[in-house]
């Protein structure tokens, strides 16, 4: 059965071209949406492939005039935005804090606080211009709700997004809901190039045993975005296979 409140409506995806980005994309014009994926790279191509209510536009999230216009030229072409799934991010390699340089935090930081920021201003300035209802998932992640050795750095900007998905749904209720996911491990290319060893030792803190897919996340984003959950806001989601239970 169809997700209420998908169909005719249009969502932008953020990060689009590849893993949990690109399954939502596909799963939300499943449901009958209308879905622009922006992405620093590959996102037409992307869109052609996926089909005829897909659009793709190139887009840095951390560069803030290209977010405004990128989001304006959705909002031309489609007439209206009703969502946004915050998702584009980039990972870390694992390092002790010891040995991380500044310049490492400072780019996870431009990208995964700064540039889900960017979008996420942008989607509530839309939906306050136009005094219309929306709904933003913000992807954080597990790691920013536990200590993550060797990941410091990527779990303080999951972290500082948990925290602005928490403002900003109390700033903006009750016409734009928003939420976070938090997932755990994800078969992504972002994950593919885990040495085996680590992706062993990961695969045994999960108590489901094994890591999750593209798909499993793309079905928790749509039901957020959907009329399915008019009373869900401010929510953090795991979705990790029981590893933070
Ligand atoms: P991915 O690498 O497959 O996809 C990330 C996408 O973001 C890519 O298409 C990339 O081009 C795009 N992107 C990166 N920087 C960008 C920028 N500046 N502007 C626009 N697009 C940009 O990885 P994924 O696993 O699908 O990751 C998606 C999100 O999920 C990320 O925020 C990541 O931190 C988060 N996450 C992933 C996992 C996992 O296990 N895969 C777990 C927790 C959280």
Known sequence: MPLKGLAERVFIVTGGSSGLGLATAARLLEEGASVALLDIEGAERTAGELGREALGLSLDVTVEPEVKSVFGAVRKHFGRIDGLFNNAGIGSAARPLAETEL????????????????????????????????????????TGMRGAPNLGSYSATKAALIALT???????????????????????????????????????????????????????????????????????YSIDGGETA
């Open 103 to 142: 310049a490492d935090l400072e780019r996870l930081l431009r990208v995964n606080v700064g540039g889900a920021f960017l979008c996420m201003r942008e989607m509530l300035r839309i939906a306050a211009a136009s005094n219309g209802r929306a709904a933003i998932v913000n992807t954080a992640s597990g």
């Open 166 to 236: 928490r403002a900003a749904a109390l700033e903006a209720a009750p016409a734009v809901r928003v939420n976070a996911v938090l997932p755990g491990p994800i078969d992504t290319p972002m994950t593919a190039a885990m040495p085996d060893a680590v992706r062993e030792r990961v695969t045994a803190r999960v108590p489901l045993g094994r890591f999750g897919t593209a798909t499993e996340v793309a079905a928790l984003v749509a039901w957020l975005l959907s009329d399915e959950a008019p009373y869900v806001t401010g929510g953090l």
